[in-house]
């Protein structure tokens, strides 16, 4: 590969990122993790304020999970948030709350894997260690024209195999991003800007005509469509909420719901409970688009006249602004 036309196009071309400003582990890993799965666009907001909030490990380490959910409200894949309260306690417990400088020891870390110690190792310490996301997929499978479904594990492992190897002849800092960047900017996943692309002199797949032909990607399962009956529910005044436990939206709060296809049915499993509730209103249907599922959610308001739905605790409308919410539910407007 042609690294140092592309190292110094991304010199001239790159965009100024707030997390690009400074090399710093711990905003790097902040701005990798929250990158995961979510466009730079919605990311930047949320970057700037959390950073205000805590502008270091030690004062992330302080906070609440549910304190650090409600700053991340809307962003999704809330788990990646609660792994890195644990690993920014950790960090500040074993290792003074000094980030760790070490594959192995970053590795190790709650929540971060191969991709984001690589990310965090050749940016923040220009270490060669290869950081393989969707972007450097795409971009080294058309250059290389390498073949095989990128779904699949071992296709993959060779292409990170091979991103080694060119890391160790780059500078890291610069390789890391500059792929990544280009992906981005330039190698777009459709219609991709070969003209102004640093590496349309040797690229497999520009030279073939091939370029939307590079990377395979197998086809995903269709998305599964859950219906519930989602209850507003209020007793004594206060709101019922229930605290997700479920990998989905850990840690996210939500109105208590039940999976049916409609509201007889679950007044009937909430009855088998000792539940009986009084229904005042119905909302009506509310969608939301997971990226493995479709939520269908029949909306009601109602009253609890008997028992406690299990696991639900009891919120006023003052402590109910302070809980992060799924946006699943905030979208069922109060
Ligand atoms: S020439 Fe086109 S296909 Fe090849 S790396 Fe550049 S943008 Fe991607």
């Known amino acids: 590969m042609e690294i140092e036309k592309l190292e110094s196009w991304y010199n001239k071309n790159r965009r100024e990122l707030p997390f690009r400003l400074f090399k710093d582990p711990y905003r790097i890993w902040v701005s990798e993790i ?78 971060i894997g191969k991709y984001t110690a690589g990310a965090i190792l050749s940016i923040a310490y220009n270490q060669p260690y290869s950081a393989l996301d969707g972007n450097v997929i795409r971009v080294l499978s058309r250059y290389l024209g390498i073949q095989g479904d990128m779904r699949q594990e071992k296709n993959r492992k060779h292409l990170d195999t091979i991103n080694q190897s060119l890391i160790e002849k780059a500078h890291p800092e610069i390789y890391t991003q500059a792929v990544m960047e280009l992906g981005a900017l330039v190698c777009k996943p459709t219609k991709p800007f070969c003209a102004e692309c640093p590496l349309r002199e040797t690229c497999f797949a520009f030279a073939h005509q091939a370029v939307e032909d590079y990377p395979e990607i197998s086809k995903t399962k269709a998305k599964r469509i859950l219906h519930f009956v989602t209850f507003i529910l209020r007793k004594d005044g206060q709101l019922l909420l229930k605290k997700r436990e479920e990998n989905l939206l850990k840690g996210m709060y939500l109105y208590p719901q039940l999976e049916a296809d409609h509201l007889e049915e679950a007044l009937n499993a909430m009855e088998r409970t000792g539940v009986r509730l009084s229904i005042s209103r119905h909302r009506g249907i509310v969608k939301h688009v997971f990226s493995h599922q479709t939520w269908v959610m029949d909306v009601y308001e109602a009253e609890v006249l008997k028992g406690m739905p299990e696991g639900c605790i009891l919120v006023s409308d003052q402590a109910f602004e302070k809980l992060p919410m799924a946006v699943a539910h905030k979208k069922i407007v109060m």
């Not at 979510?38 to 490990?57: A, I, N």
């Open 34 to 111: 929250m990158l995961q799965q979510t466009q730079v666009d919605t990311v930047l907001p949320y970057y700037d304020r959390f950073l205000k909030v805590y502008p270091s490990v030690v004062e992330l380490a302080q906070t609440s999970e549910e304190t650090l959910h409600k700053m991340v409200e809307g962003l999704g894949y809330y788990r990646r948030f609660g792994n890195m309260l644990l690993a920014a306690r950790e960090i500040v417990e074993k290792h003074g709350g000094k980030f760790p400088n070490t594959y192995d020891e970053i590795r190790a870390l709650p929540g």
